[in-house]
Nanobody, 122 residues
Framework: QVHLEEFGGGSVEAGGSLRLSCVAS????????MAWFRQVPGKEREGVAI???????GYADSVKGRFTISKDNAKNTIYLQMNSLKPDDTARYYC????????????????WGQGTQVTVSS
């Protein structure tokens, strides 16, 4: 079992920046991958960025060069720095975790937080 809680959503104008945080707790895995997904009503949840236990990162093509995922192991926290935001980035952003990065990123399987809303206005 992994408990995830997201922070940092909000409203911003296009071109602006936001930083999301996700704190993981209550888990006993020796290694775990964590990721950010997002979802808009009527569409499937899509992967945004992932970071594995070694710090290796991956990004969706739509956010490469604009978003950066990072982690602080001492705080069991991952971050998503989002720059140059676009209206298309508007979505509810979810933090996910799974000991298997493949199951998390490719299948969207794992533990999930409640999400935090990001709204980008034009």
């Amino acid at each position: 079992q992994v408990h995830l809680e997201e922070f940092g959503g909000g409203s911003v104008e296009a071109g602006g920046s936001l930083r999301l945080s996700c704190v993981a707790s209550n888990y006993t895995y020796t290694s775990i991958s964590m990721a950010w997904f997002r979802q808009v009503p009527g569409k499937e949840r899509e992967g945004v960025a992932i970071i594995d236990d070694y710090g290796t990162t991956g990004y969706a093509d739509s956010v490469k060069g604009r978003f950066t995922i990072s982690k602080d192991n001492a705080k069991n926290t991952i971050y998503l720095q989002m720059n140059s935001l676009k209206p298309d980035d508007t979505a509810r952003y979810y933090c996910g975790a799974n000991p298997s990065p493949q199951r998390l990123w490719q299948a969207g399987l794992g533990y999930w937080g409640q999400g935090t809303q990001v709204t980008v206005s034009s």
